[in-house]
């Protein structure tokens, strides 16, 4: 099942704007990750939050953690059109029956035009 | 140090058949985990392999198997093909913890996978 879910599901925007994305949970997690990934190719790790931390950075990366709301966003400041690509949010989290897993969410489609 | 490589990138099978995906993890990543990528259910973990034994389990049948080496990289092999598992596989490998702390999952660095189709 999907424990992260990303709204929007796609959005585009024009060159040098910022993008916002936002992430929901549903239960207790060690840390929340985000991927990139381009057009089914393999996933990228961009920035991993703990869960006690609240916001972090990374360039023209900005995540922010809320965990009494369970949610999270990234923010892509100054976006370009390299930045074209999928966007998943991933929670590590106890999965029941003694297993661990990162779950993703199903993507956030970011186009950015020239 | 050379990433994640995935052997073969595609593949064509029939229903009924059976298949062989193969990881190779980064040098020194003894953690490997298997995901599978499919339009309609997303990204969702297959299994995570750590020192030759099987450590985490998703949600599939017994169809989907994995195995790992004493050398880090595995396999994961898919019996009696259906058509719905057309789909990307992705490995993942990762610097493990243990212990205690291998309940938590660290970053996970991708191969560009293998795009199985099933006819």
């Known amino acids: 099942s999907q424990q992260g879910e990303e709204d929007p599901q796609a959005l585009s925007i024009q060159e040098g704007e910022n993008a916002t994305m936002n992430c929901s949970y549903k239960?207790?997690?060690?840390?929340l990750q985000w991927y990139r990934q381009n057009s089914g190719r393999g996933l990228v790790h961009l920035i991993l939050?703990?869960?006690?931390?609240r916001e972090k950075h990374s360039g023209r990366l900005r995540v922010t953690l809320d965990t009494s709301k369970k949610s999270s966003s990234l923010l892509i400041t100054a976006s370009r059109a390299a930045d074209t690509a999928s966007y998943f949010c991933?929670?590590?989290?106890?999965?029941?029956?003694?297993?661990?897993?990162?779950?993703f969410g199903k993507g956030t489609k970011l186009s950015v035009i020239p | 140090k050379a990433g994640v490589t995935q052997t073969p990138r595609y593949l064509i099978k029939t229903r009924g058949q059976q298949v062989t995906l193969s990881c190779s993890p980064i040098?020194?990543?003894?953690?490997v985990s298997w995901y599978q990528q499919t339009p309609g259910q997303g990204l969702q973990f297959l299994f995570e392999?750590?020192?030759?034994?099987?450590?985490n389990k998703g949600n599939f049948p017994g169809r989907f198997s994995g195995r790992q080496f004493s050398n880090s990289r595995s396999e994961m092999n898919v019996s009696t093909l259906e058509l719905g598992d057309s789909a990307l596989y992705l490995c993942?490998?990762?610097?493990?913890?243990?212990?205690?702390?291998?309940?938590?999952?660290?970053?996970?660095?991708f191969g560009p996978g293998t795009r199985l189709t099933v006819l």
């Open positions: 993942a490998s990762s610097s493990p913890r243990v212990g205690e702390s291998a309940r938590l999952r660290d970053t996970q660095y």
């Open positions: 239960t207790s997690i060690n840390n």
């Open positions: 939050i703990r869960s006690n931390e």
């Open positions: 991933a929670t590590d989290a106890y999965s029941g029956a003694g297993s661990y897993q990162l779950t």
């Open positions: 040098s020194g990543h003894r953690s």
């Open positions: 392999y750590f020192s030759e034994t099987q450590r």
